[in-house]
């Protein structure tokens, strides 16, 4: 019985990069006991995302919000293209990559796709993305959509809650494809910061209680913040800059997505596709976002 348990929690550290309490409340056991095989989870996970040091600016694209298989083909394809041309060093699929409509809480057609095809569709862009990209570094950062499934099992099935194969990177066999799977959620449920890059907060949107009622949604996120963030999850693009007392410069970036610009429950909305790239420095911190927009097909 020892045996098996250890091989679990074993194989929810590795497949998961989730913090020990997560495994221990999956498992039903105590957090000493995946202390004692799996490790601190900061000496475990923290490493995999340390900066390289280096006096060259890195390369980072962000897309956000593909909600596959729904999402919208050509902006997908454009994105993409986009990004083979310009050669990040960095991808990054910055939430909710993918939709799981059919384990969704709210309501939705009977002729959605069923979950096990919306997983098999994913899993082939995901190779998709990989074979684009063999060498760079890809980060699938957790959204809301990703949050789905583990909400479902809580609510509908909670005696499935625990099997390290239906979690979201072993389903989508991101380590086979050499991705990282990154929880903000989890990060700052430990008291960690959420992904940064340079100066850069890098947040899907969920994760900040932001009413969709206000004018400018960046503006309200670094209200929120108070420090320089680039988000999505809201499928509008906008920017806010302020000038502080000290003469320096920040501000908050959403980014647009790369779903339908039209769905069931909101037909009529203030939606923009676009994706964004971030030249960073690890060393100084400083970057420069460029938020992009695509329109009529064109990328501006």
Same mark, same amino acid.
């Given at each position: 019985?020892? $045996? ?25 056991? #105590? ?49 993409? #293209? ?25 309501? &939705?057609?009977?002729?959605? +796709? ?40 809580? $609510? ?10 239906? #979690? ?12 990282? %799977? ?5 990060? +700052? ?32 996120? %670094? ?42 429950? +909101?037909?009529?909305? &203030? ?11 690890? $060393?100084?911190? %400083? ?14």
């Amino acid at each position: 019985m020892m $045996t098996e348990l250890k091989q679990k929690i074993k194989h929810l550290a590795t497949a998961t990069k989730m913090d020990n309490a997560w495994i221990a409340d999956q498992l039903g056991c #105590s957090q000493r006991s995946v202390r004692r095989h799996a490790g601190e989870w900061k000496s475990r996970v923290l490493p995999r995302y340390g900066q390289v040091v280096t006096d060259q600016d890195v390369k980072a694209i962000f897309l956000f919000d593909a909600h596959i298989p729904y999402q919208d083909s050509k902006a997908y394809d454009i994105a993409l #293209s986009y990004a083979k041309e310009w050669q990040p060093d960095e991808i990054y699929l910055a939430g909710d990559y993918m939709d799981f409509k059919d384990v969704s809480y709210w309501k &939705n057609d009977p002729r959605r +796709m069923p979950f096990v095809e919306e997983v098999n569709i994913g899993k082939a862009f995901l190779k998709d993305v990989r074979s684009n990209f063999p060498t760079q570094k890809i980060v699938y950062l957790e959204g809301n959509h990703e949050d789905r499934l583990a909400r479902y099992m809580w $609510t509908k099935a909670p005696e499935l809650c625990g099997i390290p194969e239906l #979690s979201i990177p072993t389903l989508l066999q991101l380590d086979k494809l050499g991705i990282e %799977y990154v929880s903000n959620v989890q990060r +700052m449920n430990m008291g960690l910061q959420p992904l940064k890059l340079g100066k850069l907060y890098v947040i899907h949107g969920h994760e900040v209680n932001c009413s969709t009622a206000v004018v400018n949604l960046a503006r309200t996120m %670094y209200l929120k913040t108070h420090v320089n963030t680039l988000f999505g999850h809201h499928h509008q693009s906008q920017q806010f800059i302020v000038k502080k007392l000290d003469n320096s410069h920040e501000g908050s970036w959403m980014v647009g997505g790369l779903c339908k610009l039209s769905e069931n429950y +909101m037909p009529s909305n &203030n939606w923009v596709h676009g994706f964004c790239t971030v030249r960073y420095n690890p $060393t100084s911190g %400083y970057f420069k976002v460029r938020n992009k927009m695509i329109i009529d097909n064109q990328v501006l």
